[in-house]
């Protein structure tokens, strides 16, 4: 009887053992990931814009209530503009709900928020600064000295403007810059301003700057001399233009641009812009038709020679005006059809 029992015991036992070695394990299957969607939410406007002036230094402060958004408010932008009239330009970023810099007169201000996308609120309104009458002062007639020569460090689409600093008796508090289009004539107008002493500006085209620094009492220096700056536009890949002088005599020259497709696929036309530095006209092209009678010059292909395999390359030439000892080689660039 007790073998028969243990017999029983054993069978079971094997049975169970049996059943573990046959249970199939579990598995499981990561989910699919799902790409993100791109933020385009602005943030909200920022609220309540208000500014506080004061005398020792004369400065104002502008303060605001914090913007919200989906992701997050990065920073603010602060815009001012003359309240006697002009377009409002950047004055300065802050990551905080406020911003102090001098006064420059009776100005206006306004903000916006940005999220780390790049989405930009709509503007608050406007608030006006008033100089405040603070107490009276013996006049202080001496102007800062002149700022150097701004010296212009030149990318596509861009321009950096750096300069010396000028000094002043009482204390230099910010800088105006002035430009000009073109090389020559046009009237300058007030572009922005900073407490340091560079600037960058934004523009495709050929223009000229100057800058004049303020003191805490309200005097400006005299203005720089003008800078003549070349801001070419920011080229696609896949086409080149490369310009090389073919002549000059007194008060003209000669020149030819060899277009290269450095693109994969053949074109189907091309664009280059010619930007001159010393006020060169160009009268007359061949092999290319010129579109544009103003610097800078857009020039496009002719009816036969638009159409370039990869690695092949076409010639256009040009014959323009100029001064005596004027450095007559354009800044180019290409842009091609298809684009890629």
């Known amino acids: 009887m007790q073998r028969r029992v243990i017999s029983i015991v054993l069978a079971a036992l094997a049975a169970l053992a049996g059943l573990g070695a046959t249970t199939p394990a579990l ?16 943030p909200t406007v920022p609220t309540g814009l208000s500014s506080t002036v004061r005398c020792n230094p004369l400065s104002v402060t502008l303060n605001w209530t914090a913007s919200t ?37 009776l100005y206006l201000y306004e903000v916006r928020a940005r999220d780390a996308a790049g989405n930009t609120s709509a503007f608050t309104e406007p608030v ?81 700057f100057q ?20 801001v070419p536009a920011c080229p696609t890949r896949g086409c080149t233009a490369v310009y090389s ?23 189907t036309g091309w664009t280059v812009t010619l930007t001159f530095p010393g006020g060169q ?4 092209v061949w092999n290319a038709s010129l579109n544009d009678f103003a610097n800078p010059y857009t020039i496009t292909n002719a009816s036969y020679n638009g159409a370039l395999a990869p690695n092949a390359s076409t ?3 040009l014959q323009g005006t100029t001064t005596s000892g004027a450095d007559n080689t354009p800044i180019t660039t290409c842009l091609r059809t298809p684009s890629s």
């Open 281 to 284: 006209q160009i009268t007359r």
């Open 69 to 105: 958004d989906n992701v997050g408010v990065t920073g603010y932008d602060v815009y001012g503009a003359p309240y006697s009239g002009g377009t409002f330009v950047p004055v300065g970023t802050t990551s905080a709900t406020s911003y102090t810099q001098p006064i420059m007169g």
């Open 27 to 42: 598995s499981a299957t990561a989910p699919a990931r799902i790409a993100p969607l791109a933020d385009t939410t602005p």
């Open 315 to 317: 010639t256009f030439g």
């Open 211 to 230: 800058v004049r620094a303020r003191d805490a009492t309200g005097n400006y220096s005299a203005f720089t001399s003008p800078v003549t700056v070349y």
């Open 128 to 208: 006006r600064v008033v100089p405040p009458p603070c107490p009276t002062m013996t006049p202080e007639p001496q102007p800062p000295t002149t700022p150097g020569t701004p010296t212009a460090t030149v990318t596509c689409g861009s321009v950096t403007l750096t300069w010396t600093a000028s000094t002043d008796n009482v204390g230099v508090i910010g800088y105006e810059i002035w430009r000009a289009p073109g090389a020559t004539g046009g009237t300058f107008a007030l572009v922005g301003t900073t407490t340091t002493t560079s600037f960058t500006q934004s523009g495709v085209g050929v223009y000229r």
């Open 245 to 267: 002088p073919a002549g000059d005599w007194p008060g003209a020259f000669q020149g030819k641009v060899v277009v290269t497709n450095t693109g994969t696929t053949a074109t």
